[in-house]
């Protein structure tokens, strides 16, 4: 299967953006944001502290935070988590429950993906 990468666009609302490269994880339910760019790209961090444990079992204590995301020109709200104390080895990690709200489908063998821009209903 092959590694889907791309350039994001990461700000707060109102704000310039910030490119970046991102890594789409399928294998990820969350988004992490590496917390240098969550904060070249302004994104509002909470001083909460919540814990996650990852696929290997490691606990990650995070802060949460929020802003706006840009991919392929669909805007979206996103709500990731910045690790306190952990330098990450892929510094923005899509997961699977921005790829849900934003209508991502990903393609591994042909290492691309598509985005619906539109709105999940409930």
Do not use: H, W
Not at 16 to 21: P, R
Not at 61 to 69: D, E, V
Not at 71 to 85: N, T, V
């Amino acid at each position: 299967m092959g590694e889907i990468r791309d350039k994001v666009e990461l700000s707060f609302v109102g704000k310039d953006g910030l490119e970046v490269e991102a890594f789409f994880d399928s294998g990820a339910t969350i988004t992490v944001i590496d917390r240098e760019i969550a904060k070249k790209a302004e994104l509002l961090i909470s001083p909460t502290i919540v814990t996650f444990k990852t696929a290997s079992g490691e606990e990650i204590q995070c802060n949460p935070a929020m802003g706006m995301i840009k991919i392929k020109g669909c805007l979206s709200p996103i709500l990731a988590q910045i690790p306190i104390d952990k330098k990450l080895v892929e510094p923005v990690v899509i997961g699977l429950v921005q790829m849900e709200l934003m209508g991502i489908t990903l393609n591994p063998q042909e290492k691309s993906y598509s985005v619906s821009c539109k709105i999940p209903r409930i």
